[in-house]
Every structure is written in C-alpha cells, then in structure tokens.
C-alpha cells in the first residue's frame, strides 16, 4: 500500500498512481494508493511511521520537508521514524505575473518591490504548500518584502494574478504552462538550476544573479518507516527507478513537467535531510512560525 498524506488530486497523488500502477505491472502485485489527508500531511505520514517495517506500506509525500519545518509537535520523527527510498521526480516552478502588470522581467518586479517595500502581494496556497515556500524562497534571496494572500488551491491562486490582484505567484509549472501559453501569464523566472523544455526561453533564478538558495526544489518523495530491512529498502529503491525509467511514464512525466531526479537511495537520504534542515532555515528566516 502506497500512502499520500494529502487529498486526491494533489501533485503527490497523481505522482503516485502514475509510477505505482507501473510498479504493480513490475512487480505482479496490486499497489492500493490511498489518500489519508488531514493535519497537514501529518496524520498518513504518521500512519506510516507506525506501520510494521516490512516494505509494504510506503509513504509518497512531496511535503514531508515542510511538515517538519512548520510542525512543532509531530507525532513521529522525521528523521529517526522514516528511510528515504527514493526520489519519484520534482516540479520547477516558476515565478508568474500577469501582462498588465508591466514587468518585462523578474529584475523589474524586484527593483518595484524595493522601491515602496511592502507594496507587493503574492498568492498561494497557504502556509506551508510549494507556492508559499517558493514564493519566500525568491523574496527572502532577492531581499524584498511581499505579502501573501492564500488561496484554497492552486486554480483560484492562478487566477487572482490573471485578474490583476495578487501581482506574482510562484506555482507549479503543471498549473501555469496553459495560461503561460495562452498570453494570460507572463512566466519571470523558473525557479530551477537549469533551464526547462517547456519554457526554454525563460531564465532560472540563479541566471538572473540571484543566489541558489532561490530555488525551491518541489519534489515527490517515497519513505519507509524505519527498521525496514536494507535489502527491501535496496530493492524497492531499484524497482522504483525502473519504474520511472518505463516509457508510458516517461510519457505522463512530461505533460505534467515533472523531471526524474536519478541517483542512489543514499544520495536521495543526504539529499532529503540537507533539504529539511535548508527548509527551517527558511521559515525561521521568514519568520514563519511553526503551528
């Protein structure tokens, strides 16, 4: 059984069932995803934490880094209560305006940010989701003050910079590429170490002179509770991989803009811990208060 802590729908979840049915073929077995949202992502990733350590039971969250970050009473520890197995892939995101705002680049909106401090707003949706994060990630490494307005997802987000309300967001690119392509959405920035396919004319963060710390790397992870044996841990690491490498994913991938982040499920462990730790650097540093 494969667990998403949040609603059906979400990035996790289409994520999920898209590699999971590949690895049921894989493996011969039915994978059940099941949807247990709540608390913040907190009730099914403590679900999974409690669940017997036999590779069963997998836990597919894209947010376990801001869980931890936001949380100051969590029911597990997020170190000591999971192994990082693997990577399923992450989603740039990119900095959006809407043409009636004028920005003809992110170094416009900066430079307006700065001159009357504190004008700016941006939406998302809600504290703790990708575009909150995303958004503090580039404001706090660009130096200027902004104010959110949270959305209850990432449509009425979108669409409160179409209207001219909210002056920027930072969303996913799955969300914005339509209206991007549609004239509706200006794209600033992508919020990547590298340029991506499906906007390649527009610039990372880090091109337009600002630091790496502008990035924020949404990604989808799978955990295990702790003590699950190293070999299970080893061969669901593989499984997984080969899983993503099958073409009708691949396929999926790339409309939904999701790019595979390869690599061993000990570089996926050091790379899951540096990121929490750089993500309660950022809440403290915007002063973001854990619930």
């Given amino acids: 059984m494969a667990v998403v802590p949040l609603g059906a729908g979400s990035a996790s979840d289409i994520i999920a069932r898209v590699v999971m049915d590949q690895l049921s073929k894989q493996l011969g077995q039915t994978i059940v995803v099941e949807n247990r949202p709540g608390a913040g992502g907190t ?10 350590p036999d590779g069963y039971t997998l ?12 949380h100051s009473r969590l029911p597990y520890d997020t170190f000591k ?14 900095v959006v305006t809407s043409p009636g705002k004028g920005y003809k680049s992110l170094k416009d909106m900066i430079a307006a940010a700065k ?14 989701s990708a575009s909150h994060f995303g958004a503090e990630r580039l404001r706090t490494a660009a130096g200027f003050d902004a104010q959110m307005v949270p959305f209850k997802g990432a449509a009425d987000a979108v ?22 392509k549609d004239g509706k959405l200006v794209p600033l920035a ?27 790397p949404f990604y989808t992870g799978v955990y295990v509770p702790a003590n699950t044996p190293p070999a299970v841990v080893d061969r669901l690491h593989k499984e997984i991989a080969k899983a993503i490498e099958a073409p009708a994913v691949q396929a999926r991938f790339a409309t939904l803009g999701v790019q595979p982040m390869p690599g061993s499920q000990a570089e996926f462990a050091k790379f899951f811990h540096d990121d929490v730790n750089a993500t309660i650097g950022l809440a403290k540093a915007a002063k973001i208060q854990p619930q």
Wanted: aromatic share 6%; hydrophobic share 40%.
């Fill in 43 to 52: 009730i099914g990733a403590n679900a999974v934490a409690k669940s017997a």
């Fill in 59 to 70: 836990l597919i969250y894209g947010a376990l880094n801001t869980a931890h970050a936001l």
């Fill in 81 to 94: 209560d999971f192994i990082p197995v693997t990577s399923l892939g992450q989603q740039p995101l990119v």
């Fill in 115 to 128: 001159a009357k401090p504190g004008s700016l707003n941006y939406s998302s949706v809600g504290v703790g």
């Fill in 159 to 180: 669409m409160d910079v179409v209207a001219d309300r909210s002056d920027f967001s930072v969303q996913l690119t799955a969300t914005t590429l339509p209206l991007i």
């Fill in 190 to 216: 992508v919020s990547a170490h590298k340029r991506i396919p499906s906007l390649p004319d527009t610039p990372t963060t880090i091109e337009l002179g600002l630091p790496p710390e502008s990035v924020y």
